[in-house]
């Protein structure tokens, strides 16, 4: 195996909103008991995928922009030879922009050798030898993969109930340190409202600099218009109170792990006012939450 490269790319696909983690280690620590977990947790969960498989279902994922954004699914041993190629998978992953998490269980050679007379089950590294050597072997095999964890758990003496306490800690963790993508979009109502809007401004009260003469054909892009609707009492209130507003709710957002949040702001045409308030939210915006990106949907229609 070779070790996996920690970084994401962004390759144009709607992948950069996917938490995913793979859950794997030592067989008998608890891997069944934590998917069930994430699965309580609200995530999209597969047992023993082929590593092979995990790209594909990360493209399927992404094309489903944004109905799965919460995936975890355990990988390990019983992959046979599969297994072998998971750091492959892993960095094409993260290449398409997905930024992956690795779950590690493990446990003493002592208590997973109890547990697995206990329910009297086969490892599914047996080769008819001692259950103890199985144990060993398979953990020299994934001696890497442990390297390369962002997380990982001793189940050794912890109940079920800690366990899940333990993983909790982690999903929240990861939530309160992700940064929210914020889409901000101006448009024209005459143009149509963007469907993927999750909160919508209506700016058609300010004053239209569209019926002003020197300000007709230019747009919110220029100083000359953004100071004509932002320099009024009315626009410079309002603008101010749009801005406390959202910085009031990015938290929120942030902690329900909302995948994406767009705002729209439209004018009549899109150009000019819709264009200039656009601009100030994303320029005044105070938040380390959250990554700004702004469209001017219906800029150049006239």
């Known amino acids: 195996m070779k070790n996996v490269k920690r970084e994401t790319r962004n390759t144009g696909v709607d992948t950069g909103a996917i938490q995913l983690y793979v859950i794997t280690g030592i067989s008998g620590a608890g891997k069944s008991q934590a998917i069930h977990y994430f699965e309580d947790a609200g995530f999209f969960c597969i047992d023993n995928l082929p590593p092979a498989l995990l790209p594909k279902f990360a493209q399927i994922c992404g094309d489903t922009h944004g109905k799965i954004t919460k995936v975890a699914m355990v990988i390990d041993v019983r992959g046979g030879e599969f297994f072998d190629c998971l750091f492959d998978s892993l960095t094409t992953v993260e290449e398409m922009g997905i930024r992956t998490r690795i779950l590690f269980l493990e446990a003493s050679d002592e208590v997973l050798v109890r547990r697995f ?35 990982i758990i001793n189940t050794s003496e912890l109940s079920s109930r800690e366990l ?38 209506d700016v058609r009260f300010l004053t239209n600099p569209f019926y002003v003469p020197e300000l007709k054909n230019l747009t919110g892009l220029d100083t000359k218009v953004s100071d004509f609707v932002l320099s009024s009492e009315l626009g410079a209130e309002f603008g101010k109170r749009m801005v406390n ?22 004018c009549t045409g899109g150009r000019h006012r819709s264009v200039a308030l656009t601009e100030h939210l994303a320029k005044e915006l105070k938040s380390d939450q959250i990554i700004i990106s702004r469209r001017h949907r219906d800029l150049e229609l006239k």
């Not at 095999?141 to 962002?150: I, K, Q, S, T, Y």
């Not at 109502?189 to 401004?201: R, S």
């Not at 910085?247 to 949040?261: G, N, Y």
Request: with cysteine.
């Open 117 to 151: 007379s206990e329910t009297r089950r086969r490892h599914p590294l047996s080769t008819g030898g001692r259950i103890l050597e199985d144990i060993q072997f398979e953990r020299r095999n994934l001696a890497e993969v442990r390297a390369c964890a962002d997380f």
């Open 245 to 266: 507003f959202v910085e009031f709710l990015i938290p929120h957002f942030v902690q329900e792990a909302k995948s994406r949040l767009q705002i729209a702001i439209g």
């Open 164 to 201: 899940y306490e333990e993983i909790r800690r982690i999903i929240e963790h990861e939530a309160s340190t992700r940064k929210l993508p914020l889409v901000i979009v101006s448009f024209g109502f005459k143009y149509g409202i963007p469907l993927d809007a999750d909160m919508v401004f």
